[in-house]
T-cell receptor
Framework: DAEITQSPRHKITETGRQVTLACHQT?????MFWYRQDLGHGLRLIHY???????NKGEVSDGYSVSRSNTEDLPLTLESAASSQTSVYFC?????????????FGPGTRLTVL | AQSVTQPDIHITVSEGASLELRCNYS??????LFWYVQSPGQGLQLLLK??????LVQGIKGFEAEFKRSQSSFNLRKPSVHWSDAAEYFC????????????FGRGTSLIVHP
C-alpha cells in the first residue's frame, strides 16, 4: 500500500544546530507540503512543492528550507534551530487535481529544541 | 480570501451520545470541503469530503456531514459517539485558482466521557 513516512519520529536538538527532517511518500504525488502544529495555532504551512526542483514558501517559512530532487522525498531543514521551532511537524502529499484531492499526512515528527 | 471557522475549541460528550461539530467557511464559489481526524500522536486522516451533488456525505467510522450553502456550513455529525472517537477534528476548504493548498480550521478537540 502507498504511504507517507517521516523520520525521525522524535528529535531533541540544541539551539543553533542544523536539523533535517525526512519525508518520503510512495503515492507518486507531485504535491508535497510541510506543516507545523502548535497549540492554539492549528496547522501552519511552512513550505510546499509542486514537483521536482520546485519549492515555495508558506506562511511560516523563516528559518526553514526544503529541496526536491525526486518525486518521493521532501526533506525539511532547520538551518540553525531555535527554541521557537519546538513543535510537531507534519508532511503531507496530494494528487494532481487542484482543490479536490485530499491531503495524505505522515505520522509527524516531534522536535524539541533545547 | 477563503477561510474556515470552527467555533468550538473543545467539545465534551458522553459515550453513546450524539455529536455535532461545527464548521463555517467563506468561499467565493462552490467549495470542496473536507473533514479530517487526528488521533493522539498521529497524523491527520480524511473522514469525508464534499465536492458536489448530494449535500449529505457519508464518511468512515460512522461519520456524516451536511453541506448547507445558505448557512455556509459543513457540520460533522455522528449519532452515537464511541470512546475511540476522542481526537482532534479539522475542517478544511479546498484551494481555489489552481492552487493545491487547502485552508484548515483551527480544529475542535473532542473529549468523550464514559
Amino acid at each position: 500500500d502507498a504511504e507517507i513516512t517521516q523520520s525521525p519520529r522524535h528529535k531533541i536538538t540544541e539551539t543553533g544546530r542544523q536539523v533535517t527532517l525526512a519525508c518520503h511518500q510512495t503515492w507518486n504525488h507531485n504535491n508535497m507540503f510541510w506543516y507545523r502544529q502548535d497549540l492554539g495555532h492549528g496547522l501552519r504551512l511552512i513550505h510546499y512543492s509542486y514537483g521536482v526542483h520546485d519549492t515555495n514558501k508558506g506562511e511560516v517559512s523563516d528559518g526553514y528550507s526544503v529541496s526536491r530532487s525526486n518525486t518521493e522525498d521532501l526533506p525539511l531543514t532547520l538551518e540553525s534551530a531555535a527554541s521557537s521551532q519546538t513543535s510537531v511537524y507534519f508532511c503531507a502529499s496530494s494528487g494532481a487535481r487542484p482543490g479536490s484531492d485530499e491531503q495524505f499526512f505522515g505520522p509527524g515528527t516531534r522536535l524539541t529544541v533545547l | 480570501a477563503q477561510s474556515v471557522t470552527q467555533p468550538d475549541i473543545h467539545i465534551t460528550v458522553s459515550e453513546g451520545a450524539s455529536l455535532e461539530l461545527r464548521c463555517n467557511y467563506s468561499y467565493g464559489a462552490t467549495p470542496y470541503l473536507f473533514w479530517y481526524v487526528q488521533s493522539p500522536g498521529q497524523g491527520l486522516q480524511l473522514l469525508l469530503k464534499y465536492f458536489s451533488g448530494d449535500t449529505l456525505v457519508q464518511g468512515i467510522k460512522g461519520f456524516e456531514a451536511e453541506f448547507k450553502r445558505s448557512q455556509s456550513s459543513f457540520n460533522l455529525r455522528k449519532p452515537s459517539v464511541h470512546w475511540s472517537d476522542a481526537a482532534e477534528y479539522f475542517c478544511a476548504v479546498g484551494p481555489s485558482g489552481g492552487s493545491y493548498i487547502p485552508t484548515f480550521g483551527r480544529g475542535t478537540s473532542l473529549i468523550v466521557h464514559p
